[in-house]
């Protein structure tokens, strides 16, 4: 049997009428960028997140950057992150010019430790990104607790965790904005690049969109030294028909992660750990052993393909050489670099081959 690590077949095939007459709504109005589309969207997913704003964007990177900008924060700032994270929260930061200050994760939940976010906190410190990493939401009230008592901003990072809530509330809604990507493989995934900010504050949504059209409030009035990051009309309608069904196909991943977690019996294997008052959905399902690399070749042979989140830490990334944090100094970053692996998880995955997967995993002896 061959498993993808994702496949979007099954969802393209239920929905591809509903596409197409999104693509065909479109064509008719003959209208490509900010029109109708874009607000209608922006008004749903708002609605489904619990905010009062949604802004539209290019692409996740752009979410984060743009909020962290519209919040004023640049260079000779520090801003808190993970030390586990894709790359694309720390180039946010780096992007406006900002100083990024990795912090270690917990390393049952893999999210940032609220625990450590205070040791890491100057008097340079504006904000705080947590990342609701592998689509679990972070332990919000103790991150809010600690924004508020040093008066920092928080923007979270969104990307992998849309409509997760913690104790009955959407991500994204905590903080002064949610920064969503709309990459195809996420959980809402456009038919491209994609990304939208959430809010509650005007100002910021008002400043988000001027940014990402030339700085421009008004055509052809510049008050900003903007770029160009809009969601598209074509994307923001196949959005509009995917977030219909967002819910449905999230306790899919649901479902899928609760038979990995009751039925992968593997003493060599740690399984992800769910906390009881989030609902995590599950956009990675990451199990973590010593022998990484012999299991991902072991599933590979046997037609299984499973991918890493990430395989190298952003502080030992090229790039990130200037940060100057030495191997060994994260170490929990560095565990979860060489231990994690992510399993096949995608809507519309068979029960045979969800069996294959967890007596594959059940048999690996090493
Ligand atoms: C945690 C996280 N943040 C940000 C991003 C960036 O999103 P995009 O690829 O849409 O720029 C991604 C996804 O790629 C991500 O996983």
Redesign the pocket.
């Known amino acids: 049997m061959n498993i993808p690590f994702v496949s979007f077949v099954p969802m393209e095939n239920e929905l591809k009428e509903d596409l197409k007459s999104a693509f065909e709504r479109v064509i008719k109005r003959s209208w490509y960028i900010a029109g109708e589309e874009d607000k209608k969207f922006e008004e749903n997913y708002a609605k489904y997140c619990g905010a009062k704003y949604c802004v539209g964007v290019g692409?996740?990177?752009?979410a984060?950057m743009l909020s962290l900008k519209a919040l004023g924060l640049g260079e000779g700032d520090e801003i808190i992150v993970p030390s586990n994270?894709?790359i694309?929260?720390v180039l946010a930061v780096t992007y406006i010019g900002a100083t990024p200050v990795l912090v270690e994760p917990d390393i049952q939940t893999y999210n940032i430790d609220p625990e450590k976010i205070e040791n890491a906190i100057t008097d340079k410190t504006k904000a705080i990104v947590p990342?609701h990493?592998y689509g679990q939401p972070c332990e919000m009230d103790q991150i809010m607790d600690i924004a508020k008592k040093h008066k920092l901003y928080v923007v979270e990072?969104c990307?992998?965790a849309h409509g997760a809530t913690y104790k009955g509330k959407k991500v994204g809604t905590f903080g002064d904005a949610g920064a969503f990507?709309?990459?195809p493989g996420k959980n809402l995934g456009a038919l491209g690049?994609g990304?939208a900010i959430i809010t509650n504050n005007l100002d910021i949504a008002n400043k988000v969109r001027a940014l990402g059209n030339y700085g421009s409030d008004y055509k052809y009035h510049h008050i900003y030294k903007g770029n160009n990051s809009r969601l598209d009309e074509l994307q923001a309608a196949f959005l509009t028909e995917k977030l219909k069904h967002l819910d449905r196909m999230n306790n899919e991943r649901i479902r899928i992660a609760a038979r990995y977690s009751s039925e992968i019996v593997n003493e060599k294997i740690i399984l992800p750990e769910k906390v009881k008052d989030r609902v995590h959905v599950w956009h990675i399902y990451a199990i973590r052993t010593k022998d990484r690399d012999s299991l991902e070749k072991y599933l590979r042979e046997n037609g299984i393909t499973t991918n890493k989140h990430y395989p190298i830490p952003i502080h030992m990334q090229k790039c990130y050489e200037d940060l100057e944090i030495k191997k060994g100094k994260l170490p929990l970053a560095e565990e979860i670099s060489s231990t994690e692996l992510s399993l096949p998880m995608y809507y519309g995955m068979t029960d045979d081959e969800i069996d294959y997967v967890i007596d594959k995993i059940n048999n690996w002896k090493n």
């Open positions: 692409n996740g990177l752009d984060i994270t894709y694309a929260t990342v990493l990072d990307a992998q990507s709309f990459y690049d990304g």
